[in-house]
């Protein structure tokens, strides 16, 4: 049935001599659309940082579909397959929209080592990338320039980057983090609709609890250096510890 | 090799490396305060050594009155042309890209090293040593050059001193206290401009001393600039930046390395510090400054 | 004239037609300037050495603009291809075409150590280490006096007789124009976008599963080539092979053509080469002392570029013409 695709076991991590969280365990069922919410400083960045090989933990282990991805190179890991979309956008800004797709495209397919043929030839590559910027609405800025973007449009390319990458597990980190009410709901529908297309496993940070437990199948609670709590987001709800510790402040 | 050849060697090591570190602490003390990795500081040395030879060609005799006037002088002298090139070329870019803080310093290595050449000349030069420490002394059935020992005395000497600056005076604070908190101390009304002039001056003046010290110990030319800056960037590879700590031993490594692998390898003996440089990348490839994280 | 744009790959005819042009019309120039006695000669070798130092910054160009990184040592690689030259032909008795192509590949193979060792930081650190070990080759070179003559260097290459100023002149342009369309293709390429790509957010690259620290290398090693192919041209050129090729201020002269003449376009370092030779002869022809202060006058011109226009001159005329940037 459902399997587990990603396992966190036992993870630690400081920041010189900072504990940011200590022995935490989680895994992710095959699929998933959860999130993770906490209070800022939690540490929930550095989680995905830790699942994308940005930094190596203290202690613990990262298995990624039953292989341990512990201490692995980004790019490494980026290629068995967990892609990630930044909270601070972080795109290429001086590329075209379609070459930040078409980029990504030709090193999902590891193209990048040819040296001769002119990139803007590869057909399959551009159709590619035009159908993942179809796919999050983008096609008709496709030639402008990236940076140029209004931050919306910048986090939707910066999602469509991740899903050039054909990933099996996604990362969105804040989503909808510094976009306006109309914005958020179009990326979540967005979110929401990549998810049941492509059935891809999902997990985001967000602080928006309606978001949150409007599209969320499970929820876990990142605080006090520890994962707080466990499970659907009525059940996190009616949680009273999550409540008094974070809900508290948001509701 | 008999104990007291080794010891003999050593010495001389560490006295290669004290005059390292009182250079390459300038250097790493500047970066630590100004976030600038100042290229010229070689040329700056270089231009004490040289001017420590022009000085010396005034005075006549080897009194060690003599030499103490040329530590005296020449330092502040070059703490005073930094000064200038703090005031009008790098405040402004303090808050540019480092890479444009080093084609900056870059461009002021060509201008001054082109000068150097200029004003003096490509022949090597050297200062002789005061009377008093012309000769050696002898330990251990070895003749150890004074003039060796009295460095030996004097880097730790400075050292000492460096650290009583930085922990025990104000100004030692607010300087450490610049390196961590730059906006804060601006926000409490300390001046923090001219905390990083004197800063960069300082890291002047032990450049400046460095070449006068270096003048006397052996033949400089042209190439002494670059050859101890990038000794410099070996000691800051080893201790990392902005410790100073860190450049002392650095140095003493860097020293004593250079000194014992002219036993097997004479000349390309000067090939040590990238020899360090290439070993520490190949075992610590994640950079050098800090732990394995990416 | 347009440069050709790197960031924007273009196939535009005119620029075809006016390139052409421009190669046909320096094609036609030594002969020319044969008229004009020992002047024109004179000139037929200084416009040689310009296309020859203009093919060295273009090389630099490929990890300054165009990698976004900086590099103090690439005379190295140069100067490596110098001495390849030098030395085969002084010593080994090879002939001259052997031995040009030996350049590029020992220049990369210097490169591609030195490069290994590089690439492992970035940034500043990548330049401070480029500088150190650009600086290690020239001490070799240097100390190595059995071998390469050290201080002395090698002189009286032999030039082969089928190529007399004119000649040479005309080799030159042809290698340097093949050496342009080469890179034009490595950089419309897709690993011309992935090293543009890395250049532009070198995090996210690697979080796109780009192997950052390979294509860094690779770049700095092809990049290497040419360096070396120029320093073997220009060994030839001057029939001497110097340590100077190689010392750590030689580096600078293609970092400031690439700023003044354009970091962004392929020909640009080329033309900002030009430039700076121009004014060099320039200076020189006014008072003959002037090329003592070279290095000064470099160190003053990049003094200016960094304070008061980091974008470089090109930065500052896109700043003005713009239109793409909307």
Known sequence: MAEAILRIENLSKSFEGSVVFDDISFTLVEGELSSIIGPNGAGKTTLFNLITGYHIPEQGKILFRDQEITGMQPFDIVRLGIARAFQKTNIFPRMTVLENAVATVITRQKGNLNLYTPFTNLKAAHEKAYAILESVGLADMAKRQSGTLAHGNQKRLDIAVALALEPRLLLLDEPTAGMSPEERRQIVKLVQELWERLKITMLFIEHDMDIVFGISEKVRVLCYKTILAEGTPKEISGNQRVIEAYLGEEV | ?294 | MRDRNLDKPTTNNLNWVIGVAVAVALALLPFVLAGFGRTGEYWIWVSTEMIIMGLFAMSLNLILGFGGMVSFGHAAFFGVGAYTVALLMKKGGVPFFLALMAAPVTAAMAAAVIGWFCVRLIGLYFAILTLAFGQLLYMIVFQWYTFTGGDDGIHGIPRPEILGPTGYYLLCLVLFLACLLLMRMIVNSSFGLTIRTIRENMERAKFIGINVRRYQWLNFIIAGAFAGLAGGLLAELNRFAQTEFLHWSKSAEPILASLVGGMYSLLGPAIGSAVLMFLKVFLQQMHQRMVEVWAIILGLILLVVVLFAPGGLVGLYQKMFSKSES
């Not at chain 2, 703490?79 to 070329?89: K, M």
Request: with cysteine; glycine share 12%; charged share 10%.
């Open chain 2, 1 to 294: 090799m008999t104990a007291d050849f080794f010891i003999f060697m050593l010495i001389n090591g560490l006295c290669q490396g004290m005059l390292l570190f009182i250079i390459a602490s300038g250097l790493t003390l500047v970066f630590g305060v100004l976030r600038v990795i100042n290229f010229a500081h070689g040329s700056l040395y270089m231009i004490g050594a040289f001017l420590a030879y022009s000085l010396s060609t005034f005075l006549s005799g080897g009194s060690l009155l003599n030499f103490f006037l040329l530590m005296l002088v020449i330092p502040p002298g070059i703490a005073l042309l930094g000064f200038f090139l703090e005031v009008t070329l790098f405040r402004r870019v303090y808050r540019e890209e480092h890479l444009l803080q080093l084609l900056l310093t870059y461009a002021l290595v060509l201008i001054l090293d082109e000068l150097v050449r200029l004003i003096w000349g490509g022949d090597p030069r050297s200062v002789a040593r005061p009377d008093l420490l012309a000769g050696s002394v002898d330990i251990m059935s070895m003749a150890l050059p004074s003039y060796n020992l009295f460095i030996l005395f004097i880097g730790p000497a400075l050292a000492l001193g460096m650290w009583l600056m930085l922990y025990k005076t104000r100004a030692g604070n607010l300087m450490r206290a610049a390196v961590t908190y730059p906006d804060t101390l601006g926000a409490l009304g300390v001046n923090v401009s001219w905390v990083m002039t004197s800063t960069f001056m300082l890291g002047c003046w032990l450049a400046g001393l460095g070449g006068v010290l270096m003048a006397e110990l052996a033949n400089i030319d042209l190439g002494i600039g670059m050859e101890k800056i990038i000794e410099c960037f070996a000691v800051v590879v080893i201790g990392g930046l902005g410790s100073v700590g860190g450049a002392l031993l650095g140095s003493l490594i860097i020293g004593v390395g250079i000194t014992f692998f002219q036993l097997p390898f004479g000349r390309w003996a000067l090939l040590f510090p990238y020899l360090v440089m290439a070993v520490v990348l190949i075992l610590r490839p994640w950079g050098l400054f800090g732990k394995p994280e990416r």
